[in-house]
């Protein structure tokens, strides 16, 4: 299972606490990651990537395995610690406006 | 005994305010989605306890809440706001064309009849309208805002609608074709100050029983047609300054109007420090100063767009919100004001509802 742990605003809108996991099939990358937990999730869709274009949102940031993964192409395999579960993908939002 | 519940927007969240008829003592309820910014929330006509409300995020963007039971559980609903074909290109800030995007919804509008139906203004300009609860939308028209939505109450097939540096547009298709209707706004602060188009209106408001008698704040200029918006004239008067930004009518008459003049554009803030809705009882031109209960000195909030509502109780009552973090009520048309809240985040809509 994949581990997600997403930024206060959108656990609230999506009702969870702490990390959540995720059933996402191989090859684990940023795309399939955020497919599932879209599927899972819909009332994130559009809060992380635009709707239409898929592309991530300007103040929104991945990060694994001490990496900003942010500026990787989304079909990029992750790091295997990340696909097992070891370590989580970590969704932040940018420390921004001061 | 009948009720008010006021929706408020703010920059930090969405408050609930409720009272019996007598509006004296309210319970504050919230925040809702706290942390977001909540532009504007509105209850349907048809069904008070269906409330839709904009949540939005530099962060996250847009997302759309809906309540089935007067704003006590909310559930996100659809969030996809897709332009029309394609949008084209506007001249942006640093001379580069730059395309149309969707970046918030500033304004919902519930239907009078349906409430699953729901007008939505958004920025970069455009209206989509849902007839599923808000759960899909459907682009109507299109670093602009459509923050005013007004429906005809006696066509379905006429909307008035206002855009920040555009101007004010009427439909009377349901929204299948536009024409803008500034006739008689002056702006000497665009190229051409009697354009068709280019007009920065911040809000028209109507009387339900008068849909062709529109009352509108513009950046400058407190105006008024009396022909569905195909001309305007002036009705600023006596009042300190013309400038401001919400503009309210009477909920029993059609003549009596509510405006909180601003000092300038470069100082978003009352005049002289004081706090001072100003009231016409004459549809404009000649404007008294109500002041009982506001801050006379040392206060420099500003009352935005949408911060202004009515109830439908007699007396009238009238309710703002400023950016200070206020919400002041009259229960008696405007003569007296007392806070109910002091302290919310700043505040960017307020809505009233009236309850059997």
């Not at chain 1, 684990?28 to 899972?40: G, H, K, N, W």
């Not at chain 1, 579960?85 to 001061?98: C, K, N, R, S």
């Not at chain 2, 977001?36 to 839709?52: F, M, Q, V």
């Not at chain 2, 969707?102 to 239907?111: A, G, I």
């Amino acid at each position: 299972m994949i581990r997600v742990v997403l930024p206060v605003h959108l656990r609230t809108l999506a009702q969870i606490d702490g990390e959540l996991t995720l059933k996402v099939g191989s090859p684990v990358t940023q795309r399939s990651i955020l497919d599932a937990l879209e599927a899972a999730y819909p009332m994130l869709r559009g809060t992380l990537r635009d709707q239409v274009t898929l592309r991530r949102r300007p103040f929104v940031r991945f990060f694994a395995c001490g990496q900003d993964l942010a500026h990787d192409p989304p079909d990029t395999p992750l790091p295997a610690a990340i696909a097992t579960g070891a370590e989580p993908f970590l969704i932040v939002g940018a420390i921004a406006g001061g | 005994m009948s009720a008010i519940r006021l929706l408020v927007g703010t920059r930090k969240g969405a408050f609930i305010l409720t009272s019996d008829g007598r509006r004296k003592n309210w319970a504050v309820s919230g925040p809702h989605f706290g942390g977001w910014e909540i532009y504007h929330l509105k209850g349907s006509p048809a069904d008070p306890n269906r409330i839709y409300a904009s949540q939005s995020s530099g962060w996250f963007g847009q997302v759309i809440q809906r309540s089935n039971d007067g704003g006590k559980t909310w559930a996100p609903v659809g969030n996809k706001f897709v332009y029309d074909g394609v949008p084209g290109t506007h001249q942006w800030y640093d001379g580069t064309q730059h395309p149309w995007e969707f970046k918030r919804v500033w304004h919902l509008e519930p239907s009078m009849t349906d409430p699953d139906t729901v007008f939505a203004g958004v920025e970069d300009a455009a209206l989509f309208r849902s007839t599923d609860g808000g759960q899909t939308w459907q682009p109507g028209a299109g670093g602009m805002c459509l923050h005013t939505i007004l429906l005809d109450p006696t066509d379905p097939a006429r909307i008035f609608v206002a855009i920040s540096a555009a101007g004010a547009f009427r439909s009377d298709d349901a929204g299948q074709t536009w024409r803008p209707i500034n006739h008689g706004l002056r702006s000497d602060y665009i190229p051409d100050p009697t354009a068709e188009v280019g007009h920065c209106v911040h809000r028209i408001a109507m009387h339900p029983s008068r849909p062709r008698v529109l009352f509108m704040q513009k950046h400058w200029d407190v105006m008024r047609s009396d022909d569905a918006g195909d001309s305007w004239h002036e009705v600023s008067g006596n009042l300190p300054t013309d400038f401001g930004f919400p503009i309210e009518v009477h909920a029993h008459e059609p003549e009596t109007i509510y405006v909180v003049p601003i000092k300038s554009d470069s100082e978003h803030y009352p005049p002289d420090g004081k706090l001072r809705v100003y009231r016409s009882r004459a549809g404009g031109n000649e404007w008294e100063a109500l002041t009982k209960g506001l801050p006379q000195s040392d206060c420099y909030v500003n009352v935005l767009r949408d911060a202004m509502a009515v109830d439908l109780l007699d007396p009238c009552g009238v309710y703002f919100g400023t950016t200070g973090g206020q919400v002041y009520a009259s229960c008696d048309a405007g003569d007296n004001w007392s806070p109910i809240v002091r302290d919310l985040p700043a505040v960017v809509s307020v809505e009233a509802q009236t309850l059997p």
